[in-house]
């Protein structure tokens, strides 16, 4: 299912697209730093989680 450009581009000039094309940015910015974060401390994440919860049974 296409689209067609006129209505993209009339959905994106108008200020309620403006909006929300900026919170879709704003979002998926999040999302890419977020996933970048845990990326490079999953490991840490892993046992950080795991020694907590095995503190939690053993008291």
């Known amino acids: 299912m296409s689209v ?3 209505k993209v581009r009339q959905f ?6 403006q909006a ?3 919170y879709i940015l704003m979002l998926s910015s ?7 974060f845990l990326t490079a401390f999953h490991t840490h994440i892993v046992r950080f989680f795991f ?7 053993a008291s």
């Open 4 to 6: 067609p450009m006129g």
């Open 12 to 17: 994106v000039t108008r200020k309620k697209g």
């Open 20 to 22: 929300t094309v900026e």
């Open 30 to 36: 999040i999302v890419v730093i977020l996933s970048a």
């Open 51 to 57: 020694q907590f919860v095995g503190r939690l049974l």
